[in-house]
């Protein structure tokens, strides 16, 4: 049973380092692989992942652990954790074992961090941005001195989310062109902002993230209630949008259906809007399978504020394009899931018929989160969106 355990966990390196071990020390190597992961971790309750984790941030607490460390992070990794996740344990290292520990560790997994960074976001960086009432996190492709021509795209993440939304979409599209992506008010790390009032004030803030950017012009795609506001930014500053993509999001929103997210989380509490959000948002093998985004939107929905929760559906429910879309003259891409519960292949369709320059694209087995459960398939129709609003461009000019 331990040995099963051992290699279950972290594969054949941990089982080459139990038989060394068992060759500096019989006994010693018997007590850890039968009584440690045999009797004592071989019955626990919690996953691999969770296991890896747990044993990372002790090592990492307790200092001088580097080679066991390295074992248990490339464990976790292979169990499914992602590198926010392994940055999640730095942190907890550094609120309860201090500074010392924490950086020691951080020095220790550079190396990971590094390659991770490199896979997911090369030459980019993480920033707090002030707006004009309120700070936001920002994902933006050109960092580090980096210079890249062109319109820049932006992206607007779903409901409750934050700029990690776009965790595995973003790559591809930063090898478009420059790509920022940022938390709206009351989302992610601008949390405690100002309370959300109408999609005007989103589409204002938008406005702001341009001005202190310094960019006059961009390609803005939005999924859910991020299409929502990039549509109102259609009207309100349509000189500054030369595309914009809506993704699992409506030209009109059912206000009553919204409005009673809202009033449902009023009256019952986050903890009641966690399964039903995610039911919603997700396919049923991704939830069984308790993927990364299911983890990731699972924790933002039990972390929201109900009065921020309720002022973004209410936002959202007032979104009414179907008149005001015929004054858009840019290109429009309709990005729609064929299993998506909430913005249904109808709807989304008939969003695509009334922009004037619109096309419908519809990814198979596509749900609500498609930009994160469906990725790849999202980064295809994105990537192909840019590339031919950046020919017509190129052909105008």
Same mark, same amino acid.
């Given at each position: 049973?331990?040995?099963h355990e051992a290699q279950?966990?972290?594969?054949?390196?941990?089982?080459?380092?139990?038989?060394?071990?068992?060759?500096?020390?019989?006994?010693?190597?018997?007590?850890?692989?039968?009584?440690?992961?045999?009797?004592?971790?071989?019955?626990?309750?919690?996953?691999?992942?969770?296991?890896?984790?747990?044993?990372?941030?002790?090592?990492?607490?307790?200092?001088?652990?580097?080679?066991?460390?390295?074992?248990?992070?490339?464990a976790a990794t292979r169990?499914?954790?992602?590198?926010?996740?392994?940055?999640?344990?730095?942190?907890?290292?550094?609120?309860?074992?201090?500074?010392?520990?924490?950086?020691?560790?951080?020095?220790?997994?550079?190396?990971?961090?590094?390659?991770?960074?490199?896979?997911?976001?090369?030459?980019?960086?993480?920033?707090?941005?002030?707006?004009?009432?309120?700070?936001?996190?920002?994902?933006?492709?050109?960092?580090?001195?980096?210079?890249?021509?062109?319109?820049?795209?932006?992206?607007?993440?779903?409901?409750?989310?934050?700029?990690?939304?776009?965790?595995?979409?973003?790559?591809?599209?930063?090898?478009?062109?420059?790509?920022?992506?940022?938390?709206?008010?009351?989302?992610?790390?601008?949390?405690?902002?100002?309370?959300?009032?109408?999609?005007?004030?989103?589409?204002?803030?938008?406005?702001?993230?341009?001005?202190?950017?310094?960019?006059?012009?961009?390609?803005?795609?939005?999924?859910?209630?991020?299409?929502?506001?990039?549509?109102?930014?259609?009207?309100?500053? /349509?000189?500054?949008?030369?595309?914009? @993509?809506?993704? &699992?999001? *409506? +030209?009109?929103?059912?206000?009553? $259906?919204?409005?009673? =997210?809202?009033?449902?989380?009023?009256?019952?509490?986050?903890?009641?809007?966690?399964?039903?959000?995610?039911?919603?948002?997700?396919?049923?093998?991704?939830?069984?399978?308790?993927?990364?985004?299911?983890?990731?939107?699972?924790?933002?929905?039990?972390?929201?504020?109900?009065?921020?929760?309720?002022?973004?559906?209410?936002?959202?429910?007032?979104?009414?394009?179907?008149?005001?879309?015929?004054?858009?003259?840019?290109?429009?891409?309709?990005?729609?899931?064929?299993?998506?519960?909430?913005?249904?292949?109808?709807?989304?369709?008939?969003?695509?018929?009334?922009?004037?320059?619109?096309?419908?694209?519809?990814?198979?087995?596509?749900?609500?989160?498609? /930009?994160?459960?469906?990725?790849?398939? @999202?980064?295809? &129709?994105? *990537? +192909?969106?840019?590339?031919?609003? $950046?020919?017509?461009? =190129?052909?105008v000019r």
């Open positions: 049973m331990g040995k279950s966990l972290a594969g054949p390196k941990m089982l080459k380092q139990l038989d060394a071990l068992s060759e500096i020390s019989p006994a010693l190597g018997r007590l850890v692989l039968e009584a440690g992961f045999g009797d004592a971790l071989g019955g626990v309750t919690v996953g691999y992942r969770e296991w890896c984790l747990m044993t990372l941030a002790a090592l990492m607490c307790m200092g001088d652990a580097a080679e066991q460390s390295q074992v248990y992070l490339e169990n499914g954790a992602t590198e926010h996740e392994i940055r999640d344990v730095l942190s907890l290292c550094y609120g309860y074992a201090g500074a010392p520990r924490a950086v020691t560790a951080a020095r220790r997994i550079k190396d990971y961090l590094d390659q991770a960074n490199e896979q997911f976001l090369p030459g980019s960086t993480e920033e707090q941005i002030q707006l004009a009432d309120h700070t936001t996190m920002i994902w933006d492709s050109c960092g580090k001195g980096l210079a890249q021509e062109g319109v820049p795209m932006v992206l607007i993440h779903a409901l409750d989310m934050d700029h990690r939304f776009w965790r595995e979409v973003f790559p591809a599209l930063a090898n478009k062109g420059r790509t920022i992506a940022y938390d709206m008010r009351g989302h992610g790390r601008a949390r405690g902002a100002p309370l959300t009032q109408s999609l005007e004030q989103l589409a204002g803030d938008l406005a702001h993230l341009l001005d202190r950017l310094e960019i006059p012009v961009a390609d803005v795609y939005g999924a859910s209630f991020g299409g929502a506001v990039v549509q109102q930014f259609a009207l309100q500053s /349509p000189a500054r949008l030369r595309s914009m @993509a809506l993704i &699992a999001t *409506g +030209a009109k929103a059912p206000k009553e $259906e919204l409005s009673a =997210r809202a009033t449902d989380a009023e009256e019952h509490g986050m903890e009641a809007q966690v399964a039903k959000s995610v039911i919603r948002w997700f396919l049923p093998e991704s939830i069984a399978q308790d993927l990364w985004m299911v983890r990731y939107a699972r924790n933002c929905v039990r972390r929201s504020r109900v009065e921020e929760w309720a002022a973004s559906w209410r936002a959202m429910a007032a979104l009414d394009m179907t008149e005001s879309a015929k004054k858009v003259e840019i290109p429009v891409l309709v990005l729609s899931g064929t299993k998506d519960l909430s913005a249904t292949p109808d709807a989304m369709r008939a969003t695509a018929k009334i922009y004037k320059k619109s096309e419908f694209v519809s990814i198979d087995g596509g749900t609500h989160m498609l /930009p994160m459960e469906q990725s790849e398939k @999202a980064s295809e &129709a994105l *990537g +192909a969106f840019r590339d031919r609003v $950046e020919a017509e461009s =190129r052909a």
